[in-house]
């Protein structure tokens, strides 16, 4: 069982910038691929970003490329997500998740069916 606990949003304004943190349970987070999804109200969760297990391979949703950074710390089991030049457009519900299976033949990274574990979320509003 893994345990994703995220930290870091709020209410921010247009142009700012905020930095999500998302703690790890578990002895083996150096193992997992990470991603961060977003859901704002009546749409479906999308996309944002992933990275891979040693950090090394990152991907993003076209709308955030260039302002937005995943990364992650494998020695405190966190793996973040900077976001700068914010955008009304921006507000939702964000979501860490992780594969611990990464090498497993499946869904791409970019789908929410990659993965198998997912925290409980954290607002982040922007306002013009």
């Known amino acids: 069982q893994v345990q994703l606990v995220e930290s870091g949003g709020g209410l921010v304004q247009v142009g700012g910038s905020v930095r999500l943190s998302c703690v790890a349970s578990g002895r083996t987070f150096t193992m997992y691929a990470m991603g961060w999804f977003r859901q704002a109200p009546g749409l479906e969760r999308e996309f944002v970003a992933a990275i891979s297990w040693n950090g090394k391979i990152t991907d993003y949703t076209d709308s955030v490329e260039g302002r937005f950074t995943i990364s992650r710390d494998n020695a405190k089991n966190t793996v973040y997500l900077q976001m700068n030049s914010l955008k009304p457009e921006d507000t939702a519900v964000y979501y860490c998740?992780?594969?611990?299976?990464?090498?497993?033949?499946?869904?791409?990274?970019?789908?929410?069916?990659?993965?198998?574990?997912w925290g409980q979320g954290t607002q982040v509003t922007v306002s013009s």
């Open positions: 998740a992780a594969d611990v299976n990464p090498s497993a033949v499946g869904a791409s990274p970019f789908d929410r069916r990659r993965y198998d574990y």
